[in-house]
């Protein structure tokens, strides 16, 4: 199971931050770090830096760990625009970056900086063709002729490495799997039950299959938090304290997450989430840190990980 660190800087922290954090993530051996691609967090601004921007700053400042977008939605950039900075991102990482795409979803950013936001149907349509067009450009170049882009470049460069990829995420039951059978490299969700992920993952094979491609070769990943925590004590009490949020006790609140098959308890019972993902075909577990850049414990995240790799 590969690993990765996975930051929402729209909760605040600075560039200079997030390659601290992306160095760390390199230096302890992870396979992957990733940021989102958001403006604001609901409607509260903090320092909130671009994704493909500070990935490319990111991306000089290492050397070896895979540097992820989850995901940057359509409504953002033009198509044209979001391939040119992925295969510019792929130069500048020597074939380290992979494009996260999505359709875009957050009102209140797009409220805030005036950006559209279609009706969901249209957003999937525009999401289609824009998948298309970002993998013509990322293989030299081609025609794609759609309702709301077309490329007429039969030629462009720099073409993708072969290390740069698509990440197609999200939660939809047919369509978004679809779209990752068709068009991704990797294909994300979010952190949920072993028989909605299966059933995800065997739609996206079927599609995958359907246009001749080999699903063997799509990376699985999933996003999710980890609750990990020394001894039983440390943790029942995080259990408690979480579980009143939801009005659940302790151990209904347990019962959630490990339905769920989100990492939490002592190393060894952690290590079972990644070890129930591996068994449903999923290849790599980002750990998703929903604080501001500043507030990410580093000291944490070496307990995290390392139950999550089975060495704590």
Same mark, same amino acid.
């Given at each position: 199971?590969?690993?990765?660190?996975?930051?929402?800087?729209?909760?605040?922290?600075?560039?200079?931050?997030?390659?601290?954090?992306?160095?760390?993530?390199?230096?302890?051996?992870?396979?992957?770090?990733?940021?989102?691609?958001?403006?604001?967090?609901?409607?509260?601004?903090?320092?909130?830096?671009?994704?493909?921007?500070? &990935?490319?700053?990111?991306?000089?400042?290492?050397?070896?760990?895979?540097?992820?977008? $989850?995901?940057?939605?359509?409504?953002?950039?033009?198509?044209?625009?979001?391939?040119? #900075?992925?295969?510019? &991102?792929?130069?500048?990482?020597?074939?380290?970056?992979?494009?996260?795409?999505?359709?875009?979803?957050?009102?209140?950013?797009?409220?805030?900086?005036?950006?559209?936001?279609?009706?969901?149907?249209?957003?999937?349509?525009?999401?289609?063709?824009?998948?298309?067009?970002?993998? #013509?450009?990322?293989?030299?170049?081609?025609?794609?002729?759609?309702? /709301?882009?077309? $490329?007429?470049?039969?030629?462009?460069?720099?073409? #993708?490495?072969?290390?740069?990829?698509?990440?197609?995420?999200?939660?939809?039951?047919?369509?978004?799997?679809?779209?990752?059978?068709?068009?991704?490299?990797?294909?994300?969700?979010?952190?949920?039950?072993?028989?909605?992920? =299966?059933?995800?993952?065997?739609?996206?094979?079927?599609?995958?299959?359907?246009?001749?491609?080999?699903?063997?070769?799509?990376?699985?990943?999933?996003?999710?938090?980890?609750?990990? /925590?020394?001894?039983? #004590?440390?943790?029942?009490?995080?259990?408690?304290?979480?579980?009143?949020?939801?009005?659940?006790?302790?151990?209904?609140?347990?019962?959630?997450?490990?339905?769920?098959?989100?990492?939490?308890?002592?190393?060894?019972?952690?290590?079972?989430?990644?070890?129930? $993902? =591996?068994?449903?075909?999923?290849?790599?577990?980002?750990?998703?840190?929903?604080?501001?850049?500043?507030?990410?414990?580093?000291?944490?995240?070496?307990?995290?990980?390392?139950?999550?790799?089975?060495?704590?």
């Amino acid at each position: 199971m590969e690993l990765g660190l996975f930051v929402e800087p729209q909760l605040g922290g600075s560039y200079r931050r997030l390659v601290e954090l992306a160095k760390w993530a390199e230096n302890n051996g992870l396979d992957a770090f990733a940021r989102s691609d958001h403006y604001l967090h609901g409607e509260t601004s903090a320092h909130a830096t671009d994704a493909m921007v500070s &990935l490319a700053g990111v991306a000089s400042e290492t050397e070896s760990i895979k540097l992820i977008s $989850l995901v940057s939605p359509i409504t953002f950039r033009h198509p044209a625009v979001m391939a040119k #900075a992925a295969t510019t &991102l792929d130069e500048i990482s020597g074939g380290r970056f992979t494009l996260g795409v999505g359709t875009g979803w957050m009102e209140s950013e797009h409220e805030a900086f005036g950006l559209d936001l279609p009706p969901l149907g249209e957003r999937f349509d525009r999401f289609t063709e824009a998948l298309a067009y970002i993998r #013509a450009v990322f293989d030299g170049g081609g025609t794609v002729e759609g309702k /709301y882009y077309s $490329l007429n470049a039969p030629s462009v460069h720099p073409a #993708a490495s072969d290390g740069l990829g698509i990440v197609i995420g999200g939660s939809g039951k047919r369509r978004t799997p679809t779209l990752a059978g068709h068009f991704a490299d990797e294909y994300n969700m979010f952190a949920t039950n072993s028989e909605t992920l =299966a059933q995800r993952i065997d739609v996206m094979r079927d599609a995958a299959t359907g246009v001749g491609r080999n699903p063997d070769e799509i990376l699985i990943s999933v996003a999710g938090p980890g609750f990990v /925590y020394r001894d039983d #004590a440390t943790h029942r009490k995080a259990l408690t304290e979480r579980g009143e949020k939801k009005d659940l006790s302790p151990d209904e609140y347990s019962d959630f997450l490990d339905e769920r098959n989100i990492p939490h308890g002592t190393p060894e019972r952690a290590h079972e989430a990644i070890q129930r $993902l =591996a068994d449903v075909g999923v290849g790599r577990f980002y750990v998703q840190e929903f604080s501001s850049l500043e507030d990410v414990d580093l000291d944490r995240m070496e307990l995290v990980f390392g139950a999550l790799e089975g060495t704590a």
